[in-house]
């Protein structure tokens, strides 16, 4: 998969799913937390493959500066933020 190849915070965040799987298993009293533990991790995921998808296409479209290129990138690693926001949050309260 050319994410794994190029991109170390999609590593890190299959090192963080595959360790936070059995975690969010074993404490998810009820089938809900376990799905909101996991699913928080998969959505993280899904956001950063999305995230490198722009960044990928806005280099391929040339590395000189231009201020929408800079706004996309901007913009997708907000969002990357804001899943890293949502899997603490939604860990903290289903775990504590």
Request: one cysteine or more; hydrophobic letters at 55%; glycine letters at 10%.
């Amino acid at each position: 998969m050319a994410c794994w190849a190029h991109e170390e915070a999609f590593r890190q965040e299959i090192i963080l799913l595959l360790t936070g799987m059995p975690i969010g298993l074993y404490f998810g009293e009820t089938p809900v937390e376990k799905a909101l533990l996991i699913g928080s991790l998969l959505l993280l995921l899904i956001v950063e493959l999305l995230n490198s998808a722009i960044e990928a296409t806005v280099d391929r479209i040339g590395m000189e500066h231009h201020e929408l290129s800079g706004r996309a990138k901007d913009i997708g690693s907000a969002a990357v933020l804001f899943g890293v926001i949502l899997v603490g949050l939604t860990w903290f309260l289903v775990l504590f």
